[in-house]
């Protein structure tokens, strides 16, 4: 009788944690700080593998640590749940299997590395053959084709291979476009069509503002031969507002924001100008830190615009604390800027 009792005592325990770990990562969805998400982890990693609610604990954990940028781990659970890693049938249904392989597909490119990108790449094309196959699958098709947006605008930025970079753009274009006039979509597609098309018209500006003799700028120029920078820099301020009229406060736009504050600041001779990209990046980087202080980015991009001020402590005191957050801030980038802010004097007191 004791035994059943305890027995009963731990299911109860167990689906009480369930709940709240997904209450917590609804409320952080909803427009919640970073709290909500490390509330929805520690009672969805309570729930143990003999749990009814295993699988979906471990779905909802995934998304949890993806946002986190726990991303090895959350990659790491969703591929155990491809796998069968859960123990409730559903966990085998088709239709959250396709949902384990968008959110796989989104924590890989959240990793920021061309491994990452290539797998994520592969897992959204199958996605999309899967959709075209059922016809009836569109809200697949939407969803599959959201990420691509999302990776393609990344990759325009970040692939190994920077001359074709802007092959990338053009495919986030392409693809963005096709979300925002082809298709009927839901407010969360049309979010990451427009966070796409920021990323990607950020890009266009950052590319064809590079030297005339720069292989790479004229790789960007050939691609996009009749959008100047000024203008792409336009273009993204205007997605990066529609995004934010979605989702407002959203964490991932305001540091897109900043890093274009950042590239603009960089771009830029005149220096009223100048001044007004330094606030407009911090100001959105400190919106997004009132949001979700536990990322290493912010906090990065906070000393690289330290540096630029020539604020060696203020540098200094966001390279500490953003190296205590977790992240995919590179070792080599955190060199970089701290190398910046040593060559700055000290302040006299």
Not at 272 to 299: H, I, M, T
Request: aromatic share 8%; proline share 3%.
């Amino acid at each position: 009788m004791g035994l059943l009792r305890r027995q009963n005592d731990v299911a109860t325990l167990a689906k009480q944690s369930f709940l709240l770990g997904e209450r917590s990562l609804r409320a952080y969805a909803a427009g919640g700080n970073v709290r909500f998400l490390q509330d929805a982890e520690a009672n969805l990693s309570a729930i143990q593998p003999t749990d009814c609610n295993y699988g979906r604990a471990q779905f909802y954990l995934g998304i949890a640590l993806t946002q986190l940028r726990k991303t090895t781990k959350s990659v790491e659970i969703f591929r155990g749940l491809q796998e069968g890693k859960g123990t409730l049938p559903a966990t085998l249904d088709a239709s959250f299997q396709n949902q384990v392989a968008l959110q796989l597909a989104y924590a890989q490119i959240k990793t920021y590395t061309q491994q990452g990108y290539d797998a994520a790449e592969v897992e959204l094309n199958r996605l999309q053959s899967i959709a075209v196959a059922k016809e009836q699958s569109k809200v697949l098709l939407v969803q599959a084709l959201s990420l691509q947006a999302f990776l393609y605008a990344v990759k325009a930025g970040r692939d190994q291979n920077k001359v074709v970079r802007p092959q990338y753009a053009r495919r986030a274009f392409e693809v963005a476009e096709k979300l925002l006039t082809s298709l009927v979509i839901n407010a969360e597609a049309r979010f990451e069509a427009l966070n796409a098309l920021g990323i990607t018209w950020m890009r266009v500006g950052q590319g064809t503002g590079l030297p005339e003799d720069n292989s790479v700028g004229q790789a960007w120029r050939k691609e996009f031969p009749s959008d100047s920078e000024p203008d792409a820099w336009r273009k993204a301020d205007q997605a990066f507002a529609q995004a934010l009229l979605i989702v407002p406060n959203s964490v991932r736009v305001l540091q897109n924001i900043a890093t274009m504050k950042l590239l603009q600041f960089d771009c830029d001779t005149d220096s009223s100008e100048r001044a007004r990209f330094l606030k407009e990046g911090k100001d959105a980087l400190l919106l997004s830190l009132d949001v979700n202080d536990q990322d290493q980015f912010p906090y990065y991009r906070l000393a690289q615009f330290a540096v630029r001020e020539e604020d060696r402590e203020g540098a200094f005191t966001f390279i500490r604390v953003g190296k205590t957050r977790p992240g995919a801030v590179k070792e080599s980038e955190w060199r970089e800027v701290e190398s910046g802010a040593a060559t700055l004097p000290q302040s006299e007191i």
